[in-house]
């Protein structure tokens, strides 16, 4: 065993499978790059309280996940678990509220969660995430929704479903609340399970255990006793869901970890990852800023997992971005052919193409060996005879077939040979 390996819970990606990786996490931006985000860059760590006021004491994030611990100077500092938390500091403390509004930021990174590591939960988990700040039109919600249902398409994923829901507001849950209670009182309750009603009893609702979800058949549901605002609120984000063909179903026991949402909550499920489904979610937070001591400014976010993402494009069977890590490689027959060779690499690698080469004086064999492993779809071969003749071989390792072309012309000559279907 090697005298270092990666801290246990956190995946590592190498190629292949890190060129899909990443081709994933650009397809996720570029979605909301089209929608007007721009991009924000936060601290993976920050003051504890943030998280702990931000997100909620009372959830398992805080009171059992984070990775927190005293620096130097004394002070409680937490690895972030999520991103809306940073993106909502950050908006107050260089008064981008001030500004025109919504403030629409899209971010990417680690998040770090201490949690019991098996497929698809990880200690480090890679996310993106949006967040538009500073209006409660409905249609924003909408299209935060649409933006990641984009990106999971984008990506070529088609077997996975948006749960959607509203969790109310201040003006309705409470009273909600109250009958919630009143129903887990009647039950038969473990001892932890009566300790997260007291603190939330909307997280007993997503209790997965048969048992629970036996007992909580008839429980009262947050969708059945929204007031006026929030059910109008709901039903025109249904409607503009539907005008952007964005298909979804209504879950109304969906509950999502942080205590920050109201109103509009969703999650994107893929069923073919087992138990760990979700793929990633978001919603409303209507009182957030204020809790964090800004204005008092709604906002609606979402964040995506990339490396849940990655596992459900794996088990769609999908080919991803560029597995390979070349579309050309060299072999060079000697050393002069290999400094020529070189300078051509150069020039079709700033015209946009990937290339790669033989390096180490490989015999022919050899190299051609590794121009195979390396998924490329052309070899070019140049030995002696070629540099005088001012030609260099370009081999179709798809086909077999092979023609010697102009050096100068190589750059013309690629791009039709790399996009024409070869003849086996």
Known sequence: MPDFVAPKGIPEYYPPVSRTFEAIRRTLLAAADRAGYGPIELPVFEDTGLFARGVGESTDVVSKEMYTFADRGGRSVTLRPEGTAGVMRAVIEHSLDRGPLPVKLVYAGPFFRYE?????????????????????DPALDAEVIAIADEGFRDVGLSQFRLDLTSLGDAVCRP????????????????????????LNPLRVLDDKRPA???QLAGAPLMLDHLCDACREHFD?????????????????????GLDYYTRTTFEFVHPLLGAQSGMGGGGRYDGLMAELGGQSLSGIGFGLGVDRTLLAAQAEGLTVGHPARCEIFGVPMGPD???????????????????????????????????????????????????VDGTVVVRDLRSGEQNAYPMGDLVQVVGPLLTAVPVV
């Open 212 to 214: 629970m979800q036996e």
């Open 337 to 387: 052919s290999s400094l020529r060779l070189a300078t051509l690499a150069g020039e079709l690698r700033r015209a946009g193409y990937r290339v790669d080469m033989a390096y180490g004086g490989r015999a022919l064999k050899t190299a051609m060996k590794m121009a195979d492993a390396s998924g490329a779809a052309l070899a070019l071969v140049l030995g002696d005879r070629e540099i």
């Open 175 to 198: 009273a909600y609340r109250e009958r919630l209670i009143a129903f887990l009182d009647g039950l038969d309750l473990d001892e932890p399970t009566r300790e997260r009603a007291r």
């Open 236 to 256: 025109r984000v249904r409607q503009v869901l539907d005008a952007l063909s964005v298909p979804y179903e209504l879950n109304p026991r969906m509950v999502r």
């Open 116 to 136: 019991r590591p098996q497929a698809g939960r990880y200690r480090q988990l890679q996310q993106v995430g949006v967040e538009a700040i500073g209006s409660d």
